[in-house]
């Protein structure tokens, strides 16, 4: 832990996902102070954000959920529902097309907006390199340019009033992730990961994120308390 965070507040993108309630957990133990914020931005389902919302009320976070609308511009089966969701492929090298276009680029410039105007120093974000769909947005260079951008793009920047964009989560695997949010207190079972969660919040099992999310609880050796559909 860097003992400088408890001096400072931080924005935590948040999404009631896995990584993301890990990220949360992991700042609310290190920050002296934390705002969570989310997106509803056109995508499929609304459960992550149901989700989302009772897991601050129960920490006692700050939330806020911010409109935008993404899904406007298409591109992605998370925003476009004439693009099916695939089921995971394990063999594919390529970028899946659950791929939303410069999803993370927004919602961290959002994330920015919200640090220099109540003078957080921190954003942090749950991407990782390692377990993950192979999205361009979730690598340590972009992470890297995107802090030095944030930093030439505002006023506390230009100010030496320096913001940093963490990502504690970045060289971690899944089941490592896991491990973390299980030493933190995180409860598995309230977060939605699922790309085509049902209206309660069951995962669809079939997915990236799902095939990703239930290879994590067996590498970590720990019970998946993930809501199946077809449970």
Sequence with gaps: MNSDFKNHHAIVLFSGGLDSTTCLYWARANFKDITAIS??????????????????KQLG???RIIDIDI???GGSALTDQNIDVPNYDA???AVPVTYV??????????????????????????VSSVDFSGYPDCRPDFIEAFENLANLATVAGRAGNRLSVVAPLQNLSKAQTLELGLSLGVDYGETVSCYQADSDGHAC???????LRRQGFIDAGVPDPTRYQNA
């Design 39 to 56: 997106f509803r931005y056109g995508q499929r389902h609304s459960s992550e954000l149901i989700a989302a919302t009772k897991i601050t």
């Design 61 to 63: 976070v700050s939330h």
């Design 71 to 73: 899904a406007q511009l």
């Design 91 to 93: 063999t594919s090298d």
């Design 101 to 126: 276009p410069a999803r993370n680029t927004i919602f961290l410039s959002y994330a920015l907006a919200a640090a220099e105007v109540m003078q957080a120093n921190y954003i942090v974000i749950g």
């Design 205 to 211: 099992g079939v997915c990236d994120s799902c095939a």
